[in-house]
């Protein structure tokens, strides 16, 4: 089983819509949680961090559920520049080192 | 200021060479990462370096790859006698090492092809 699983998309949304990813874990020991965001060919770049208490950014919203280790993004009135691939990530250990989900495809379109 | 650079931006090689690529991280940063991006693959920690600590090799998948990091700075990724299956982009992260929350920013890779 991988450590971050999510699924792969893609998920193809009109601009305006809700979209939600989903992402698991495996490792109950891991600590910090986050969604990355990557553009095609580009590098990988922090969307916004996960908290226990659930955490707000505009049209972002993640939650975060350690009983279920898993993790969500909610994106509100997509917009086309959201299209890209979102990766879950996690955080086990002292050495700070991630682990990523092999990431979730999206496609806003018009 | 100055993001995370790399270099080469490409570097194609024939089988059996050995490579060298290149991390500058953001100025002040004491934690450098290299990661590798497999096609259809998420990113794969390698290697992590924090100040003068011994580094974690605990993701290198075998003992052709090595990393270095000079006076705290600058790190080279070494990949010995490559194999096609090294193909990937290797990708180098930098933060600030001050807390399990660090935003590590990205290079924009090296994308690494073996003939």
């Known amino acids: 089983r991988k450590e971050v699983e999510q699924d792969p998309g893609p998920f193809n949304v009109p601009e305006g819509a809700t979209v939600a990813f989903n992402c698991t874990y495996s490792?109950?020991?891991?600590?910090?949680f986050f969604w990355y965001r990557q553009d095609c060919r580009k590098e990988p770049k922090l969307l916004m961090s996960v908290y226990s208490s659930g955490n707000e950014d505009g049209r972002f919203t993640a939650q975060l559920n350690r009983a279920s280790q898993y993790i969500s993004l909610l994106i509100r009135d997509s917009k086309l520049s959201d299209s890209a691939t979102y990766l879950c990530v996690v955080m086990t250990g002292t050495a700070s080192k991630l682990t990523f989900g092999t990431g979730t495809r999206l496609q806003v379109t018009l | 200021g100055a993001g995370v650079s790399q270099s080469p931006s490409n570097k194609v090689t024939e089988k059996g060479k050995d490579v060298e690529l290149r991390c500058d991280p953001i100025s002040g940063h004491t934690a450098l990462y290299w990661y590798r991006q497999s096609l259809g693959q998420g990113l794969e920690f390698l290697i992590y370096?924090?100040?003068?600590?011994?580094?974690?090799k605990s993701g290198l998948p075998s003992d052709r790859f090595s990393a270095e990091r000079t006076g705290g700075s600058v790190s080279t990724l070494t990949i010995q006698r490559t194999q096609q299956e090294d193909s990937a982009v290797y990708l180098c992260?930098?933060?600030?090492?001050?807390?399990?929350?660090?935003?590590?920013?990205f290079g924009p890779g090296t994308r690494l092809t073996v003939l």
């Open positions: 490792n109950s020991a891991s600590q910090s």
């Open positions: 992260a930098s933060s600030s090492g001050q807390g399990r929350r660090d935003e590590q920013f």
């Open positions: 370096f924090q100040g003068n600590s011994a580094p974690d």
